[in-house]
C-alpha cells in the first residue's frame, strides 16, 4: 500500500514537500516514482529514485523539484519549489520506474498511491 500527503493550495513561486508511506512489501528494494496528472491530461512521470537513492527527473521539474527516500522509515519524498500553475494536479506515489510506467501495461501493473492534489494559483 502506498499513501501520500501533503498536498494543498499554494502560491506560484511557493514550495511544497509531498510524503509517501509505503506498507506491505520491501520498500528497500523498489524503484518510486512520482507521476502527476493535470485536469483533463494524460498522466506524466516526474521523477524516480531507484534502491540507492540515485534520482532522475522530467525536463519540466528540473532543478526545481527533488526526490528522495527513506529506507528505513519506508517512506519517499518529493519537495517542490519555485511551483508554477502548471505543477497544478493529482500527484501519485508510484512502486515502479520510468520504463515500466511508458506502457500501458507498465501502468496498470504498478502499485500506485491513492493521490493527493496540489493546486497552485494566485
Known amino acids: 500500500q502506498l499513501v501520500e500527503s501533503g498536498g494543498g493550495l499554494v502560491q506560484p513561486g511557493g514550495s511544497l514537500r509531498l510524503t509517501c508511506t509505503a506498507s506491505?512489501?520491501?520498500?528497500?528494494?523498489?524503484?518510486m516514482s512520482w507521476v502527476r496528472q493535470a485536469p483533463g491530461k494524460g498522466p506524466e512521470w516526474i521523477s524516480d529514485?531507484?534502491?540507492?537513492?540515485?534520482?532522475r527527473y522530467a525536463d519540466s521539474v528540473e532543478d526545481r523539484f527533488s526526490t528522495s527516500r527513506d529506507n528505513d522509515q519506508n517512506t519517499l519524498y518529493l519537495q517542490m519549489r519555485s511551483l508554477k500553475p502548471e505543477d497544478t494536479g493529482t500527484y501519485y506515489c508510484?512502486?515502479?520506474?520510468?520504463?515500466?510506467?511508458?506502457?500501458?501495461?507498465?501502468?496498470?501493473?504498478?502499485?500506485w498511491g491513492q493521490g493527493t492534489q496540489v493546486t497552485v494559483t494566485s
Open positions: 508510484v512502486r515502479a520506474r520510468k520504463s515500466t510506467l511508458q506502457t500501458m501495461a507498465g501502468q496498470l501493473d504498478a502499485l
Open positions: 506491505g512489501f520491501t520498500f528497500k528494494n523498489h524503484y
Open positions: 529514485i531507484n534502491p540507492t537513492h540515485y534520482a
